[in-house]
């Protein structure tokens, strides 16, 4: 049998295989979940080595790394897939229609959490590989695999993993499966990622919660205190305010530009699609440019003094948010750190007592966008999906995929088959039944296509 026929023929068992799994609550963020983030791993690892493929689990100093190789000669090029293996947290639970890690088919989609972020779209490579070992049909390339456990909660270990093991991971081209498309059936190459950088900031007022009556005028009030903070990030066009934010970010080139502007914006959709009223961005970009080429910072959660049934007339003895801020090429997320801490330290008055605590980051990436591996990759796309692909870039970031460039010098294949309405971190994650077959059949001939780049 050959490896697309085997494909056609496991329709059913590829889908099983998945939704066992997709039942790992492998939430990494969250410490009560070690264990079934460590089942996971041995899971995945035990999946691998019965389709073939050599694997072990390897230690990062956080959560493992499954890892994974087939080798044959060194005559062929060797790709290097890379995937996550751990998922978001899935709260509020109560929103999900179904419970988030039994995973079933509704409709027309895959739900669960991780169905499209990110193990449906690393089973596709799997079951592509799985079709040339079960079929006995002789891989054109080596394969390695590396499969994260701690992408979700900010891979902050994998760098130096990789750092410490560039002879395993030596490789022609990285395969990345972890975006989306640009739409429904309209697959995509994605050619950039935003960085990341993360801070926490607590605001500490009395020493306990006092009687908003008895204190309040002269007592300074935390919360109020960092809701000034916040509100002092941006000015009213939608722009950072922390002094040097915007020091290295280089402007759009006019390609960038037009090549954004050639693709297809519904603006009422989309503000349908999330429930909102209007947009509210960085002024004089267009949506794509402010989300996929322009640093941002955001709230993700702020925490403090009451908020339980009825009132509560306190003045709170602190106050916390953690925020993000995206980043885009050459703004360095521990200096964006540095930045923001003192901005805040300067607009901060002396009676405010606050803490910062800097996680640092990853840096943003670009990816060509032309040369032979791209024209492969294209024609994968098309031989899975029937469509040709087209070039756009993503705001979302996947770590290590900046430390593949600077420490082995190599270039990643952002092959997204998901969608962006995929609900990825949000209740109901979804993965479309169609997406998650057409993903299978691009990542079967992206084997054949990338065999027959020339090496160098
Ligand atoms: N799959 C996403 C990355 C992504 C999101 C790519 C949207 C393209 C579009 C990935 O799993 C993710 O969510 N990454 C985190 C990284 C962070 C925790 C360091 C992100 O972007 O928030
Ligand atoms: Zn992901």
Same mark, same amino acid.
């Given at each position: ?86 998922? #978001? $947290?899935?709260?509020?639970?109560? *929103?999900?229609?179904? %419970?988030?890690? @039994?995973?079933? &088919?509704? /409709? ?77 059936? #309209? $697959?995509?190459?994605?050619?950039? *990622?935003?960085?990341? %950088?993360?801070? @926490?900031?607590? &605001?500490? /007022? ?251």
């Amino acid at each position: 049998m050959d490896p697309k026929s085997f494909l056609d023929q496991n329709k059913q068992k590829r889908l099983d295989e998945l939704f066992t799994f997709l039942k790992f609550p492998s939430v990494s963020a969250k410490s009560e979940h070690k264990k079934d983030v460590l089942a996971c791993a041995e899971w995945l690892k035990g999946h691998l080595s019965e389709m073939g493929i050599e694997s072990k689990i390897m230690p990062t100093g956080g959560h493992p790394v499954v890892f994974g190789s087939k080798i044959g000669s060194s005559e062929k090029l060797t790709l290097l897939y890379y995937g996550h293996y751990d998922v #978001q $947290p899935p709260e509020p639970l109560e *929103l999900w229609k179904t %419970a988030p890690f @039994e995973p079933i &088919v509704d /409709g027309e989609y895959i739900l669960a959490r991780g169905a499209t972020d990110d193990k449906g779209q690393l089973f596709t490579h799997l079951k592509a590989l799985e079709a040339y070992l079960a079929t006995g049909t002789e891989l054109p390339v080596n394969i390695k695999l590396l499969i994260e456990g701690e992408e979700e909660s900010g891979a902050e270990n994998l760098a130096n993993f990789v750092k410490n093991n560039t002879e395993l991971l030596k490789a022609d081209i990285v395969v990345v499966s972890d975006s989306s498309q640009f739409g429904k059936d #309209q $697959p995509a190459v994605t050619f950039g *990622l935003r960085g990341v %950088a993360f801070v @926490e900031v607590k &605001v500490t /007022g009395p020493n306990r919660d006092l009687h908003s009556g008895g204190f309040g005028g002269a007592v300074p009030n935390p919360v109020n205190e960092l809701a000034k903070i916040i509100g002092a990030m941006h000015d009213s066009d939608g722009r950072v305010l922390i002094d040097g934010f915007y020091d290295n970010v280089q402007p759009m080139t006019d390609w960038e530009k037009r090549q954004f502007a050639q693709l297809p914006f519904d603006e009422s959709e989309l503000l349908q699609s999330v429930g909102c009223k209007g947009f509210h961005g960085e002024k004089g970009y267009t949506v794509y440019e402010q989300v996929w080429s322009r640093p941002t910072l955001d709230i993700n959660g702020i925490t403090g003094g009451y908020q339980g049934e009825g009132g509560k007339t306190i003045i709170p003895s602190w106050a916390s948010c953690k925020i993000t801020m995206r980043l885009v090429p050459d703004q360095e997320p521990g200096e964006i750190c540095d930045k923001f801490e003192k901005y805040v330290r300067k607009i901060c008055p002396d009676y405010v007592d606050f803490e910062i605590t800097k996680h640092g980051g990853a840096g943003a990436v670009v990816v060509p966008t032309e040369g032979p591996w791209l024209e492969a990759a294209g024609r994968a796309i098309k031989a899975g999906f029937g469509i040709e692909p087209v070039y756009k870039k993503e705001g979302g970031s996947i770590p290590v995929v900046g430390t593949f460039k600077s420490v082995l010098g190599l270039d990643t294949l952002l092959l997204g088959w998901g969608q962006n309405g995929d609900n990825a971190h949000s209740p109901n994650e979804r993965f479309s039944l169609i997406d998650f077959e057409r993903g299978c059949y691009s990542a079967l001939a992206l084997i054949d296509e990338l065999a027959k780049v020339e090496a160098g």
